[in-house]
């Protein structure tokens, strides 16, 4: 599983006949009060497998500590 940053491409290559991917979504601090992958709470650094297809779109949404605010970050499966 590759390595995902904010400052990184949003695009995920998969190899042809994956159907999966599997992300451990992680925020840059512990003291997030939420963590979502394409809208499902996960824990933080927890093995999720998300199933995809070409053009499929994963979403991570980290809340911040207090709840007032969230960060998403989006990036699109193609195919290699």
């Known amino acids: 599983t590759p390595l995902y ?15 999966s991917v599997a992300i451990r979504p992680r925020a840059m601090s512990n003291k997030a009060s939420g963590l979502k992958v394409n809208g499902a709470a996960v824990a933080q650094s927890s093995r999720t497998v998300v199933p ?3 053009g499929s779109r994963i979403v991570v949404e980290v809340t911040s500590p207090d709840g007032s605010a969230t960060n998403r970050y989006s990036f699109t499966v193609e195919v290699a």
């Open 5 to 19: 940053s904010s400052a990184a491409s949003d695009v995920y290559k998969r190899q042809a006949g994956q159907r």
């Open 52 to 54: 995809v297809s070409a």
